[in-house]
């Protein structure tokens, strides 16, 4: 596609639910990354994936966060038993190769718990 | 890690006048960034700049890497530049952002 698509824009649950977030990467980039912004700070690292490489988890701030990356095309972040403190923008970007050069960053995904 | 640090963290202005932020890192990089996230959430790439001095119309950026610092440079602000402006470096081949820096443009 002509950019990083994120689904769904906004989503609501409720504590203790699971929820999927979903990042269409730009066809051809190999790298894909996955950051937090809460309300009102910076971004957070979670993870990236780079090609069929191991993905770098160490930005997942605990064992309730996981994503894969199917086919090195989309990827998934499942929240498990989602938090308040859970809520914040999700962002996905990805790039034409490793090293952080040419991010294209989706427009996020909006998750509020309540 | 690298820790990046941005100041100041909030910024006020009337359209017309000029801004320079600061961005501060922890360790030496090759890989420095400036984004610009509108309003609207979207984050744009404004510099690629490990060193050295670009300019992009009325944006500029400097990065004397051997002092670990690099500015962004606003001039003749307009409504339209606001929004909050992010510094990131590599590390480990990631992107890891600064705090950032709102700046609010009025009329």
């Known amino acids: 596609g002509a950019g990083v698509s994120q689904s769904p824009s906004n989503k609501v649950t409720e504590k203790g639910k699971d929820v999927e977030l979903r990042c269409d990467p730009i066809?051809?980039?190999?790298?894909l990354y996955w950051y937090r912004q809460s309300l009102g700070q910076g971004l957070e690292f979670l993870i990236y994936f780079q090609g069929n490489s191991a993905p770098d988890k160490s930005g997942l701030p605990s064992d309730r966060f996981s994503a894969e990356r199917t086919g090195g095309s989309v990827s998934t972040l499942t929240i498990q038993r989602t938090q308040q403190e859970d809520s914040a923008v999700y962002l996905c970007?990805?790039?034409?190769?490793?090293?952080?050069?040419?991010?294209?960053f989706g427009s996020g995904t909006r998750l509020t718990v309540v | 890690g690298i820790q990046v640090e941005q100041s100041p963290p909030d910024l006020i202005l009337q359209e017309g006048a000029n801004s320079t932020l600061r961005c501060n890192f922890s360790?030496?990089?090759?890989?420095l960034q400036w984004f610009h996230q509108n309003p609207w959430g979207q984050l744009i790439n404004l510099f690629y700049i490990p060193s050295g001095t670009k300019q992009n119309g009325r944006l500029s950026a400097t990065t004397v890497a051997t002092e670990r610092y690099s500015l962004l440079y606003i001039s003749s602000s307009q409504t339209t530049d606001s929004g909050v402006y992010f510094c990131?470096?590599?590390?480990?081949?990631?992107?890891?952002f600064g705090t950032g820096t709102r700046l609010q443009v009025f009329p």
């Open positions: 970007a990805s790039s034409l190769s490793q090293g952080g050069y040419g991010y294209t």
């Open positions: 990131a470096v590599v590390d480990t081949d990631k992107l890891i």
């Open positions: 360790d030496s990089v090759n890989n």
């Open positions: 066809s051809g980039h190999t790298a």
